[in-house]
């Protein structure tokens, strides 16, 4: 196997088989996989709710196989800092931040990866606020119904 270094940053809120895929896909361009994982402080500056706190989130993404290392990311300008710190060869992300981190081309190798379809964080969340809004009501008529039609038919 290479002996790269693989440096990565998230929120990794609700993981979900598409964090799951990229890691795992990521693993495979070298050696060790360094996940930055974005402080609960961080995402109010990127203005993203998160429904996990960043301690949690962290503890699950360092136990996903694939990863070797977790660090806060606490800033947008660390990233520089971080490829010197820990000897980067190839900076990576979903293909969803496409040529946003080019300028880092001149610190290591800059890739992105295509995203899993069909699954995001933002997704679930929006679906559990529409399961959440089913009140209680609507759930006792229907099942009254039911009970009624199930007599009907015994
Ligand atoms: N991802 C993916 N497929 C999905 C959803 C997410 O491949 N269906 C990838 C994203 O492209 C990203 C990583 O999983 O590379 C983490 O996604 P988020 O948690 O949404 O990360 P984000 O909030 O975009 O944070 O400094 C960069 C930021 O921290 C990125």
């Known amino acids: ?14 993981f979900h088989v598409g964090h799951l895929e990229l890691l795992k896909r990521l693993k495979g361009l070298g050696l060790k996989l360094i996940v ?4 609960d402080e961080f995402n109010e500056i990127k203005g993203k709710k998160t429904i996990i706190p960043y301690n949690q989130r962290a503890s699950i993404v360092d136990a996903i196989q694939y990863v070797d290392m977790v660090i806060p990311e606490e800033h947008w300008e660390q990233k520089v800092e971080d490829i010197k710190k820990y000897k980067v ?12 981190f080019d300028f880092l081309k001149q610190y290591c190798e800059v890739v992105y990866l295509k995203r899993t379809d069909g699954i995001s964080s933002t997704e679930l969340k929006d679906k559990l606020q529409k399961i959440s809004k089913i009140n209680l009501n609507d759930l006792n008529q229907a099942f009254e119904i039911l009970q009624r039609l199930k007599h009907d038919f015994e």
Do not use: C, P, R
Request: glycine share 14%; proline share 0%; hydrophobic share 35%.
């Open 36 to 39: 930055g994982v974005s402080t």
């Open 1 to 14: 196997m290479i002996s790269k270094t693989i440096l990565t940053y998230g929120t990794y809120d609700m």
């Open 89 to 100: 060869d190839i900076f990576a992300m979903g293909s969803d931040w496409e040529g946003k």
